[in-house]
């Protein structure tokens, strides 16, 4: 078990990685703007499902394996940036939706319910190698061999970074999805934050298909 000390000192790395401009903390926030603050945190439980994997893979040597291989890498990248290019293709057709009936309503059609956003959270969280390589360089830089099972502090570390990304990135999914709901009452404004979200989701395709380990 980490120590104490090491423990806070890593949640407030993480907190501060949190709050640093990045593919996830953006895409929560677009999430937010157009659905709501409810699909951005079905976004974020999403993200950190993928934590998860990320962090298990990293306890068992999994991580080492996957960054030593070029061509899952570049499998994965290239998954990832077809299903942000599927977003933005989506995002730039989407129809209107004023605050009479949003987007993220139950029962309309036009927009993907709660577990479809954890969903898409979750593949947008997994299908980004470079989360993958990122764990592996980071979480075992706060573990020590003299204090018991690295796996298992790798364990509780990945814990503690879910924990500081769910407080960021859940304070984002509220405050973006409260200004949301002032442009879904303009038919006009919302259609505008589509386009704005494609273009995002299409830059974020090309970065991720671009990236190198």
């Not at 950190?48 to 999994?62: F, K, Q, S």
């Not at 394996?65 to 998954?79: D, E, N």
């Not at 927009?111 to 360089?137: C, D, E, I, S, Y």
């Not at 769910?166 to 404004?189: H, M, T, W």
Request: charged residues 10%; contains cysteine; glycine residues 12%.
């Amino acid at each position: 078990m980490p120590a104490f000390e090491t423990l806070l000192t890593f949640f407030g790395v993480s907190v501060l990685l949190g709050l640093t401009p990045g593919p996830d903390n953006l895409f929560v926030l677009l999430q937010s703007a157009q659905r709501g603050w409810r699909a951005g945190m079905a976004v974020v439980l999403g993200l950190c499902a993928g934590l998860v994997v990320h962090t298990a893979a990293v306890a068992l040597g999994l991580a080492a394996v996957f960054a030593a291989s070029a061509m899952a890498f570049t499998v994965l990248k290239y998954c990832g940036a077809a299903y942000l290019a599927y977003l933005a293709w989506q995002a730039l057709r989407a129809p209107a939706a004023t605050a009479q009936e949003p987007a993220s309503a139950p029962g309309n059609p036009g927009g993907p319910g709660l577990g479809r956003m954890v969903g898409r959270g979750m593949v947008m969280n997994l299908t980004n190698p470079k989360v993958l390589v990122f764990f592996l360089a980071f979480l075992p830089q706060f573990a020590d061999p003299a204090r018991g099972s690295v796996a298992l502090q790798l364990m509780v570390l990945g814990v503690v970074f879910m924990l500081a990304t769910l407080l960021v990135f859940g304070a984002i999914a509220c405050f973006s999805g409260g200004f949301g709901a002032l442009l879904q009452r303009s038919a006009r404004a919302q259609t505008v934050l589509n386009r704005v979200a494609g273009l995002v989701f299409l830059g974020l395709a090309v970065r991720l298909a671009t990236a190198e380990r």
